[in-house]
């Protein structure tokens, strides 16, 4: 039944995914499909060799995290899977830390900020985000530092 009854209201989760756009929908699939592409001619394997092999994990793993900010972290996240890597447990720990706060720099790295967009109609606008950006930024370089104090076992 798709309905469960929270608190006085009910909840359809048909209703709500009916109320995405289909611009919206569109842009995860044909994203998800690049990323394919890309895979499918080599071009993700270059990328890997370039960055893991010589730049480091560590540092890759960062600048990926950043160029989520830009390209949506699901999309990226897929990419690096599909890279297949050969990092520690520690690295691949950074890269997931990385991809998450990192796509929440810039509204349109993320799925819920691309989402909220939508739905929010100019209530919520790029321009409304980008004042908590200074702090999004610290945040992500301070999670990284934690992450390597609190897991450094993993590495």
Request: glycine letters at 12%.
């Amino acid at each position: 039944m798709p309905y469960e009854l929270i608190g006085n209201r009910s909840f359809d989760i048909f209703k709500q995914v009916r109320r995405l756009e289909w611009d919206t929908l569109l842009f995860f699939y044909g994203a998800i499909l690049g990323v394919g592409a890309l895979s499918f001619i080599g071009y993700l394997d270059a990328v890997s060799h370039f960055l893991y092999g010589q730049q480091g994990p560590t540092l890759a793993n960062i600048l990926i995290g950043l160029s989520s900010a830009f390209v949506d972290n699901g999309t990226l996240m897929l990419a690096v899977l599909s890279m297949n890597p050969p990092i520690t447990q520690g690295q691949w720990l950074l890269v997931t830390l990385t991809l998450g706060v990192g796509g929440s720099l810039l509204a349109i790295g993320s799925a819920p900020g691309v989402g909220l967009l939508g739905q929010a109609k100019g209530l919520y606008t790029f321009g409304s985000h980008m004042k908590w950006f200074p702090a999004i930024l610290l945040g992500y370089f301070a999670s990284i530092a934690v992450h390597f104090l609190v897991n450094a076992r993993y590495f």
